[in-house]
């Protein structure tokens, strides 16, 4: 799985549509599904975040998610 941050000026510039194809492209994804991203853009593993969410409050609530887990 791969999780842009938003825009943040100390952090990352963010990514475009095309910087996104290129990257999964370079990755070798055959499939690939893009989220709305921006502010509430967050990847919790093990219970903890490990992005930057780029919401100047921080991660905040959403309304949907991916979630994976062990069978």
């Known amino acids: 799985m791969i999780t842009v941050?938003?825009?943040n000026k100390v952090?990352?510039?963010?990514?475009?549509?095309?910087?996104?194809?290129?990257?999964?492209t370079r990755v070798g994804l055959v499939d690939a599904l893009n989220l709305d991203g921006g502010g509430s853009t967050t990847m919790v593993v093990r219970g903890g975040v490990v992005n930057h969410p780029s919401d100047a409050t921080g991660?905040?609530?959403v309304s949907d998610a991916i979630i994976v887990r062990a069978r």
Do not use: C, H, T
């Not at 952090?11 to 999964?24: C, D, H, I, K, T």
């Open 5 to 7: 941050d938003g825009r």
């Open 11 to 24: 952090l990352s510039l963010g990514m475009s549509f095309a910087e996104l194809q290129n990257l999964v």
């Open 59 to 61: 991660p905040r609530k």
